[in-house]
C-alpha cells in the first residue's frame, strides 16, 4: 500500500501546473489549487496520498518534516479542500456560500489557536512558538489555512478572486491584469488559441 500512494504521488508531479497568482500571498489559495482538471481527461490531486499531502504541508511551512501523516488525515484535508473551494466558488460566483461549508471552516478555524505563543528559555530569550502536540499537528495546519481563507474572503483581494477562464482548469488564482483570470501562461495559451481557432471557423460572435 505504501509503494503504491509513493507510485502515485510521484505520478501527478510531472502534469501539477506552477502556483497561480496570488499563491505566495494566500496558502490557502495554492490548497484549494491542491486538486485540477486539465485538458484530455487528465487531472491531479496533490492531497491524494498521505506521502504527498505531508510533502504540501511541510513545503508551505505548516508541519514539520518528520510528521507522519496518515490517510485519515490527509482525508480530512481533502474534506477541508472541498469546502473551501466552495466558499472561493460562491464568493467568485456572488452567491450564497453553502452552510456546510461555513461550519466545516469555522470548526478548524476553533479547532486550535494558530498564533504562535511567547517563551523564554536562557539560550534564545523570548521567542514565538508554535506550541502543539505532534499528534495535533493537522489540527494545527487546517486552522491555518482556515484562517488563511477566511482573510482572503473577508478583505481586499476578494475583489479580485477569479476562477481560471480556460475550461476545463478550475483552479483559483488572484487576478492581476485588467479581465484577465487565467491561472498559468499554459492557460492563456490555450484561452488564446481556441479563441483564434473559433475566429477561423467562424463560430465566435
Known sequence: MR???DTLATDVAPIALP???GA???RSL???????T???GQSYD???APESAMRWLAAHDLTAPDVQLYEVCAQRMRTLRTHVRALFAARVDTTTPPEESLRAVNEALTA????PLLAWDGAQ????????PTDQAVNHALATLAADAADLLTGPDAEILAACGSAPCDRFLLRTHGRRHWCSTRCGDRARAARAYARRSGTSD
Open 30 to 36: 495554492d490548497f484549494a489549487d491542491t486538486a485540477a
Open 24 to 26: 505566495d500571498r494566500y
Open 46 to 48: 496533490l492531497l491524494a
Open 125 to 132: 530569550g523570548l521567542r514565538r512558538i508554535q506550541a502543539h
Open 3 to 5: 509503494r503504491m500512494d
Open 38 to 40: 486539465l485538458p484530455a
Open 19 to 21: 502556483p497561480v497568482p
Open 112 to 115: 486550535m489557536p494558530t498564533a
